[in-house]
């Protein structure tokens, strides 16, 4: 896989199949349904304590725009995502070209991936930072695998918008 | 670190009562506002002096309402770069700033990013929500 910016586009080429389905199953992975301490994670409360009267309104007012916000920044990835659904006979290496206008939506939508994947599987902080982990052997390495990914793709998104 | 922190809250809070005045202004104004209303009723004649200053209680009232404290809390998935990027954004603070209050989350769990109205401390959480970080609003003290 090889990633570069130009000309106002994100280009992640040479994508084997493997990777271009870990990008496909970043608007799904995002989604918090169903997961309790995923939802709890992405929904977090704005207060601690005694604050019950904020927390409530927290909930009627901001939630929903936060939802709004999220799921707006999900469907822009699932369209860019789209150009790997093309019907080419081959499944060979892809190229995936994202505009610079939607960085802001991929780095919120592999945040919430990633936000969402290790409150699932409940990832301690040792195994978030253990890039030396052996090879796929499971589910769960396999998420952590995910995790890790979408985490570099952000560094990357992020690299870009700083050097705007 | 944290001294300096405590310091720039009040700072802040200092400069939402007065608006855009330079250090100190506000505070040497108020006094003199208060000397000229004592002064005035002595040259009146008057035995009945003017009560609190209608600036001194709006000041005190402000003051009640005013220690509110943004804080990010760490959280091990977001990233140092992307969780400084944010502080950035939300708080137009300068990348070296932005870093110290990064770092401090790491290191101390927490970070005490901005003091001041609630209002507004309530706008800088939903938007440091909105960047999907772990933030909260508290009383300060």
Same mark, same amino acid.
């Given at each position: 896989?090889?990633?570069?910016? =130009?000309?106002?586009?994100?280009?992640?080429?040479?994508?084997?199949?493997?990777?271009?389905?870990?990008?496909?199953?970043?608007?799904?992975?995002?989604?918090? *349904?169903?997961?309790?301490?995923?939802?709890?994670r992405?929904?977090s409360t704005p207060a601690t304590g005694?604050?019950?009267?904020?927390?409530?309104?927290? /909930?009627?007012?901001?939630?929903?725009?936060? =939802?709004?916000?999220?799921?707006?920044?999900?469907?822009?990835?699932?369209?860019?995502?789209?150009?790997?659904?093309?019907?080419? /006979?081959?499944?060979?290496? =892809?190229?995936?070209?994202?505009?610079?206008?939607?960085?802001?939506?991929?780095?919120?939508?592999?945040?919430?991936?990633?936000l969402?994947?290790a409150? /699932?599987?409940?990832?301690t902080e040792s195994?978030l930072n253990?890039?030396?982990?052996?090879?796929?052997?499971? =589910?769960? *390495?396999?998420?952590?695998?995910?995790?890790?990914?979408?985490?570099?793709?952000?560094?990357?998104?992020?690299?870009?918008?700083?050097?705007? | 670190m944290r001294r300096f922190e405590l310091r720039a809250a009040y %700072?802040s809070?200092?400069?939402?009562?007065? @608006?855009?005045?330079? %250090? @100190?202004?506000?505070?040497?104004?108020?006094? !003199?506002? !208060?000397?000229?209303?004592?002064?005035?009723?002595?040259?009146? @004649?008057?035995?009945?002096?003017?009560?609190?200053?209608?600036?001194?209680?709006?000041?005190? !009232?402000? %003051?009640?309402?005013?220690p509110w404290q943004v804080v990010v809390h760490n959280d091990p998935v977001n990233l140092m770069s992307y969780v400084a990027m944010v502080f950035q954004?939300v708080f137009?603070y300068p990348r070296e700033k932005a870093e110290r209050h990064m770092l401090e989350v790491h290191h101390k769990g927490r970070s005490i990013l901005w003091s001041g109205?609630?209002?507004?401390a309530?706008?800088y959480v939903?938007?440091l929500h @909105?960047y999907l970080l772990l933030a909260t609003l508290e009383k300060a003290g």
């Amino acid at each position: 896989m090889e990633i570069c910016r =130009r000309k106002g586009v994100i280009e992640i080429s040479e994508l084997d199949p493997f990777l271009a389905e870990l990008l496909r199953q970043i608007p799904a992975s995002a989604n918090p *349904d169903g997961a309790p301490a995923a939802e709890q994670r992405l929904f977090s409360t704005p207060a601690t304590g005694k604050e019950s009267e904020l927390c409530a309104e927290w /909930k009627t007012y901001v939630e929903p725009e936060l =939802r709004r916000l999220f799921q707006t920044a999900t469907q822009t990835v699932a369209a860019d995502l789209e150009q790997l659904n093309c019907n080419e /006979k081959s499944l060979g290496n =892809r190229t995936l070209r994202i505009p610079s206008k939607h960085a802001d939506a991929w780095l919120s939508a592999l945040n919430q991936a990633r936000l969402v994947i290790a409150a /699932k599987n409940n990832f301690t902080e040792s195994e978030l930072n253990d890039h030396c982990h052996s090879p796929i052997g499971s =589910r769960r *390495d396999l998420s952590l695998f995910q995790v890790n990914f979408y985490g570099f793709l952000q560094e990357f998104v992020l690299r870009e918008m700083w050097s705007d | 670190m944290r001294r300096f922190e405590l310091r720039a809250a009040y %700072d802040s809070i200092f400069d939402m009562s007065c @608006g855009p005045r330079q %250090d @100190g202004e506000c505070r040497a104004q108020s006094k !003199e506002m !208060e000397g000229t209303t004592r002064v005035l009723s002595e040259n009146a @004649g008057t035995i009945t002096t003017a009560e609190p200053t209608i600036e001194k209680e709006t000041r005190s !009232e402000e %003051d009640l309402d005013v220690p509110w404290q943004v804080v990010v809390h760490n959280d091990p998935v977001n990233l140092m770069s992307y969780v400084a990027m944010v502080f950035q954004r939300v708080f137009g603070y300068p990348r070296e700033k932005a870093e110290r209050h990064m770092l401090e989350v790491h290191h101390k769990g927490r970070s005490i990013l901005w003091s001041g109205m609630r209002e507004r401390a309530e706008l800088y959480v939903q938007q440091l929500h @909105g960047y999907l970080l772990l933030a909260t609003l508290e009383k300060a003290g």
